[in-house]
């Protein structure tokens, strides 16, 4: 691909492109931000279909060939294999770069590859909050970041201007930014993200383990709710147990807050205390016109689905 005429950046190192790296790969041409996008995946399948879709300007397996020159490099792999390319990738990251992640944990991150960061690089830990069920590079597409939010996670004495680099980076991605502290932003994704994950890989659990009710009927009756909780357990299995295990405090403390509510609204249907019911029902929908309102969510019936009859 010909280079662009003022990019933000010559070099661009995405270490790992799945949904997340690929996507960003697409949004970076779409803004004409990389002059050359470097992709790194540690399998030849994963490689072999970048290749053919055409996102990168170099494809690599080794990790420290990929970041070679960069002048942002973006680890965009599952949190839990950050511990081993953070050194790998070390020496050969240039002074003045930027290096940062798309991880959904930060204190972890920071734990894991701030201590191999060498001088004159600037370490800026981000989470894009955007996703989808699907993974691999042929998942990703330029608008994924559009109207999302991305959290930024400076470390203690990070530099400011790069911090405003990276910061106008994810804007012409099409994100909107913050900034926050590693550990305040752990507990807030721990409610509005992994918890929810949680429950929806149980739900989906315990209605396979369901002896009195057959699969079949889980399938053909799922309209009802147990749908939407499928949607998110259908979310890359390794990504998931790397989040658990590294945000497992947060996760823990949140877990902890949902079961004595859950355990409130065990007695409240025991008892049959109606009230207690309908506002805790209220309360919540209005939790989600509020999505809908701040633009993320559609309002449209049936969560936006098109009127395609099932297969």
């Excluded at 280079?3 to 995405?14: I, S």
């Excluded at 249907?269 to 969510?297: C, E, H, K, M, P």
């Amino acid at each position: 691909m010909t280079a662009h005429p003022n990019p933000m950046f010559a070099k661009v190192a995405l270490i790992g492109i799945g949904l997340i790296g690929s996507s960003l790969a697409w949004a970076m041409r779409r803004a004409d931000l990389a002059a050359h996008i470097a992709g790194y995946a540690p399998h030849r399948e994963t490689l072999e279909k970048a290749k053919a879709l055409g996102f990168a300007d170099s494809l690599h397996d080794d990790p420290a060939q990929a970041v070679r020159n960069a002048d942002l490099v973006v680890l965009a792999a599952p949190v839990g294999a950050f511990a081993g390319l953070a050194p790998k990738i070390a020496p050969q990251l240039k002074p003045g770069a930027i290096l940062s992640d798309v991880g959904s944990v930060k204190t972890a991150v920071i734990r894991d590859v701030g201590p191999h960061v060498p001088q004159g690089v600037h370490f800026i830990p981000a989470h894009p909050i955007a996703g989808t069920e699907q993974s691999g590079p042929e998942a990703g597409f330029a608008e994924l970041f559009d109207g999302r939010w991305c959290i930024l996670t400076p470390p203690e004495g990070a530099d400011p201007a790069a911090v405003e680099t990276l910061k106008t980076f994810w804007m012409r991605c099409g994100s909107e930014v913050d900034v926050m502290d590693a550990g305040h932003h752990d507990l807030v994704l721990a409610i509005t993200s992994h918890v929810p994950h949680l429950i929806a890989y149980n739900i989906v659990g315990t209605a396979a383990d369901l002896e009195t009710v057959t699969q079949g009927e889980v399938i053909k009756y799922s309209a009802g709710g147990f749908r939407d909780f499928t949607r998110i357990a259908a979310s890359d299995p390794t990504m998931w147990r790397d989040i658990f295990l590294n945000n497992r405090e947060a996760v823990l403390e949140m877990l902890g807050r949902f079961n004595e509510d859950l355990t409130a609204l065990q007695r409240a249907i025991r008892w049959g205390d109606g009230d207690a019911l309908f506002n805790l029902f209220t309360r919540t929908r209005a939790i989600r016109r509020s999505i809908v309102d701040a633009g993320q969510d559609t309002a449209a019936p049936n969560f936006g689905r098109g009127k395609k009859k099932s297969q």
